[in-house]
């Protein structure tokens, strides 16, 4: 099979090469924005122009960031018509409510109220400055719902039916509130807080390694360290969920992710390597320290890819040689180690920020949190490659609980009008402008961060005739 | 009408004024972006076309976010075809669009690379500017498609002719007469800026009418698409209506009152996009080769479009809302303070 004729892998291809660089952007704007929004109701406390300073600088961090991921969302959208038409024509009945009812309901609010804190300081009172900040924010995180929603809806399909070849809607409640929306939810606004709390902490670093603002970078280490501690806490419950999930509902996403070919108790590997060809799985294991997470009991066997080929839901759609295993297994196990590592930077974070301050004179623990947003970030990307390369080969699972035939392979879900030609002349562009983006985001935020907060008196005349 | 329920028919509708709420918002905006290079000539001028879209187009594009996602939603065969048919072109708006968004928040903070902004401010405008029309006209004279309902033409330029490239210039000459109106009654006046925005409205609202009479005859006489006979009186009395809109349009810029030529301005593109509804209803897209889709084929079941419609009543009320809380704050033209934000 070559790749570059063959239209679904390229179509795969563009929609994971967008929708993860749409999610570096995402995590981003929308853990900022709670530093932003923390950092606003300050100043509404404080009337402090240091506050005031730092929001300033926040708004712009956030709308460079921001308007990035709004570009690239819009790329999201299109691509379901564009590339996956057929996908688009089984789910629709289903599938696209979510999408409109972003729209309407998040991005509406989201982007106008971003308009006042863009360039309404002196034009709205700072109590309704206040409030925009955090509807901004509660937009983004109601936007996250309405695609998680329909994210999860394709993992564990739910209140619909298979009628005339198609998807079709029977009843809304249990297709919106489907098995894995709200571990899935949860799990993944998590994460894009932990993300945004470990940039402001990564900012606030810069700043005390530069030796510069040290009242600005101290506040933001506090905000960033508090936010960061209280998210990787909660993170134990909302990712154990989202494993549990998938043991109940995505055997064959489950059993890939700890490479198990046999059926048997499932262990827990801290590292280890998959032979595809061979069905074997080797490294170093806590035995039986999956199954027990996922069932309670450590000799629990859980189904190996093996026999999950004889299932009749999922018979004859896979061999176990062809699935992307090890791709699953190194992602979900680099995720794992991510968490570790956030964990323990959010905890030394919390311990030398509070208090007398420490970390002032700590470099090398600014130096760990400077470079400290690679963590969070790793464990993203890696996470969402586990849960959509887990879910190969069907675009829309056939999950434990899911209704008979609802169901769709990823190879079925693609546009017949399109040539691979055009992929491939979609891919070259998205690669220029892509990485023209990238440039240009990383010049503007290295440009805002060196600038720093505005000096106190610049502050008094930016927020003369605000009040 | 056979096969049009209560709530598909509702969903065209409500698709169409998804339409036409973006035609008008996002038009104004799309269209300051394609003068920009020619009306703006320094440096402050163009910081004053920027500022005064800057609060605004973000909402302004998320209409057509949200016409797509309606599209998707309640009739999405017809969502698949027109965007897997109309692939690379869709994908040139992508990046227009794209490049767009990013220069209008990035350009004030970067004079370095000032040049580089600029013109993706204009080329990302340029291209959905032109192309909406182009689409437009694709679904109007119809396309060939398959059984499963993919296009079956040559990809792009498959889905250029000379009628389609006429409805891509009306539509452009709309956004542009839209962008010069804007500009008009938002930039301070007296200034250069202003006074050549005001200039140049009424020759480009000229031109968009002669270019729409010439649209008229190709559409009644070369294409002739298939068009419901009853609704041929609303399509002559909305052909009328958008004719004399658009000269009160063209008479209330003469009297440089600047608000009224924007207002009717805006009146005369919702005229337009219900024109092209009635002349497209009952079908999102006609067909030269196998079957036309329709709201009797496309429409979702009862069962969503009513859970739709039920969403939609909670949003948009919400949503005009927020554009009148949006558009109040930053009423008025511009001032100096403005351009320091």
């Known amino acids: 099979m070559d790749i570059l004729s063959d239209v679904a892998v390229l179509s795969r291809i563009q929609f994971a090469a967008t929708a993860a660089f749409h999610f570096f952007f995402v995590p981003l704007s929308i853990g900022l924005g709670l530093i932003l929004a923390i950092n606003e109701t300050r100043y509404y406390k404080t009337?402090?122009?240091?506050?005031?300073?730092?929001?300033?600088?926040?708004?712009?961090?956030?709308?460079?960031?921001?308007?990035?991921?709004?570009?690239?969302?819009?790329?999201?959208?299109?691509?379901?018509?564009?590339?996956?038409?057929?996908?688009?024509?089984?789910?629709?009945?289903?599938?696209?409510?979510?999408?409109?009812?972003?729209?309407?309901l998040s991005f509406f609010l989201e982007?106008?109220?971003?308009?006042?804190?863009?360039?309404?300081?002196?034009?709205?009172?700072?109590?309704?400055?206040?409030?925009?900040?955090?509807?901004?924010?509660?937009?983004?995180?109601?936007?996250?719902?309405?695609?998680?929603?329909?994210?999860?809806?394709?993992?564990?399909?739910?209140?619909?039916?298979?009628?005339?070849?198609?998807?079709?809607?029977?009843?809304?409640?249990?297709?919106?509130?489907?098995?894995?929306?709200?571990?899935?939810?949860?799990?993944?606004?998590?994460?894009?807080?932990?993300?945004?709390?470990?940039?402001?902490?990564?900012?606030?670093?810069?700043?005390?390694?530069?030796?510069?603002?040290?009242?600005?970078?101290?506040k933001t280490m506090r905000i960033g360290a508090t936010v960061a501690i209280v998210t990787s806490c909660l993170m134990l419950v909302f990712a154990h969920a989202s494993g549990v999930v998938v043991a109940n509902e995505q055997p064959t996403k489950m059993a890939m992710m700890e490479g198990a070919y046999e059926t048997e108790a499932s262990p827990l590997y801290l590292f280890g390597w998959v032979d595809e060809a061979n069905g074997t799985t080797s490294g170093l294991k806590i035995p039986g320290a999956t199954s027990f997470l996922a069932t309670g009991d450590w000799n629990a066997a859980l189904p190996g890819l093996n026999d999950l080929a004889q299932d009749p839901r999922y018979g004859g759609n896979f061999k176990p040689e062809e699935l992307p295993v090890n791709l699953v297994f190194q992602t979900y196990h680099i995720m794992l180690a991510m968490y570790l590592l956030i964990l323990l930077s959010a905890i030394?974070?919390?311990?030398?920020?509070?208090?007398?301050?420490?970390?002032?004179?700590?470099?090398?623990?600014?130096?760990?949190?400077?470079?400290?947003?690679?963590?969070?970030?790793?464990?993203?990307?890696?996470?969402?490659?586990?849960?959509?390369?887990?879910r190969q080969p069907w675009v829309v699972y056939p999950g434990t609980s899911s209704p008979a035939g609802v169901s769709q392979l990823t190879s079925d879900g693609i546009s017949m009008s399109l040539s691979s030609v055009e992929l491939l002349i979609t891919l070259l562009l998205f690669l220029v402008v892509y990485t023209f983006l990238f440039v240009a985001w990383a010049r503007m935020m290295s440009r805002f961060i060196k600038a720093g907060p505005l000096a106190e008196d610049e502050v008094v005349a930016e927020l003369k005739g605000g009040e | 009408m056979e096969g049009i329920?209560?709530?598909?028919?509702?969903?065209?509708?409500?698709?169409?004024?998804?339409?036409?709420?973006?035609?008008?918002?996002?038009?104004?905006?799309?269209?300051?972006?394609?003068?920009?290079?020619?009306?703006?000539?320094?440096?402050?001028?163009?910081?004053?076309?920027?500022?005064?879209?800057?609060?605004?187009?973000?909402?302004?594009?998320?209409?057509?976010?949200?016409?797509?996602?309606?599209?998707?939603?309640?009739?999405?065969?017809?969502?698949?075809?027109?965007?897997?048919?109309?692939?690379?072109?869709?994908?040139?708006?992508?990046?227009?669009?794209?490049?767009?968004?990013?220069?209008?928040?990035?350009?004030?903070?970067?004079?370095?690379?000032?040049?580089?902004?600029?013109?993706?401010?204009?080329?990302?405008?340029?291209?959905?500017?032109?192309?909406?029309?182009v689409a437009i006209g694709n679904v109007f004279a119809g396309i060939p498609m398959n059984s499963n309902g993919d296009y079956t033409g040559i990809p792009l330029l498959g889905l250029v002719t000379p009628f389609t490239l006429a409805t891509g210039v009306l539509g452009l000459l709309m956004f542009?007469?839209?962008?010069?109106?804007?500009?008009?009654?938002?930039?301070?006046?007296?200034?250069?800026?202003?006074?050549?925005?005001?200039?140049?409205?009424?020759?480009?609202?000229?031109?968009?009418?002669?270019?729409?009479?010439?649209?008229?005859?190709?559409?009644?006489?070369?294409?002739?698409?298939?068009?419901?006979?009853?609704l041929a009186i609303v399509r002559y009395a909305l052909a009328a209506l958008f004719l004399v809109v658009l000269i009160a349009a063209i008479f209330f810029g003469k009297k440089g009152n600047d608000l009224w030529a924007f207002l009717t301005q805006s009146a005369s593109a919702f005229v337009l996009v219900l024109l092209f509804a009635a002349s497209m209803f009952p079908n999102f897209v006609n067909a030269t080769e196998g079957t036309a889709i329709t709201i009797a084929n496309a429409a979702n079941s009862e069962y969503t479009l009513m859970w739709m419609t039920i969403i939609t009543c909670i949003g948009l009320p919400l949503v005009l809302f927020y554009h009148f809380i949006i558009y109040r704050t930053f009423r008025g033209r511009l001032g100096d303070e403005d351009l320091d934000y």
């Open chain 2, 5 to 133: 329920t209560l709530f598909s028919g509702l969903w065209f509708v409500l698709v169409a004024v998804l339409i036409a709420g973006y035609f008008i918002l996002d038009g104004f905006d799309l269209g300051a972006g394609v003068l920009y290079p020619f009306i703006a000539k320094t440096k402050t001028e163009k910081a004053i076309v920027r500022r005064s879209i800057g609060p605004v187009w973000d909402g302004n594009e998320v209409w057509l976010i949200t016409a797509g996602g309606a599209l998707f939603a309640a009739f999405p065969p017809a969502y698949a075809t027109t965007f897997s048919g109309f692939y690379l072109a869709v994908m040139l708006v992508l990046f227009g669009l794209i490049v767009r968004a990013v220069s209008l928040e990035y350009r004030v903070h970067d004079d370095k690379w000032g040049g580089a902004w600029n013109a993706c401010f204009f080329i990302g405008s340029l291209l959905p500017a032109l192309l909406f029309g």
């Open chain 2, 176 to 230: 542009m007469s839209a962008g010069a109106t804007w500009i008009a009654q938002k930039a301070p006046k007296p200034s250069d800026i202003q006074a050549r925005a005001a200039k140049l409205r009424i020759p480009l609202q000229i031109i968009t009418l002669v270019v729409f009479l010439a649209v008229t005859v190709l559409a009644l006489f070369v294409v002739n698409p298939p068009m419901m006979a009853e």
């Open chain 1, 348 to 390: 030394l974070a919390i311990i030398f920020s509070f208090g007398k301050g420490k970390i002032k004179d700590m470099k090398w623990l600014q130096r760990l949190l400077f470079i400290a947003p690679v963590f969070p970030f790793l464990a993203i990307q890696t996470g969402w490659i586990t849960a959509e390369v887990g």
């Open chain 1, 111 to 218: 982007s106008v109220f971003l308009g006042v804190l863009v360039f309404g300081r002196k034009k709205v009172s700072p109590k309704f400055f206040m409030v925009s900040a955090w509807l901004v924010w509660f937009a983004s995180m109601l936007s996250a719902l309405w695609i998680l929603l329909a994210n999860s809806w394709m993992q564990t399909p739910a209140g619909a039916e298979l009628q005339g070849g198609r998807a079709v809607l029977v009843d809304f409640f249990a297709a919106a509130l489907n098995p894995s929306l709200f571990a899935r939810y949860t799990h993944t606004v998590n994460a894009v807080l932990i993300m945004g709390a470990f940039f402001a902490m990564s900012v606030a670093a810069w700043f005390f390694i530069k030796n510069r603002n040290e009242g600005f970078a101290l």
């Open chain 1, 47 to 104: 009337r402090d122009p240091k506050d005031a300073a730092a929001t300033k600088l926040w708004v712009k961090i956030f709308t460079a960031t921001f308007v990035v991921g709004v570009a690239t969302g819009i790329t999201m959208e299109f691509a379901f018509g564009a590339n996956w038409a057929n996908y688009s024509r089984f789910v629709g009945d289903i599938f696209g409510a979510p999408l409109a009812a972003e729209a309407l």
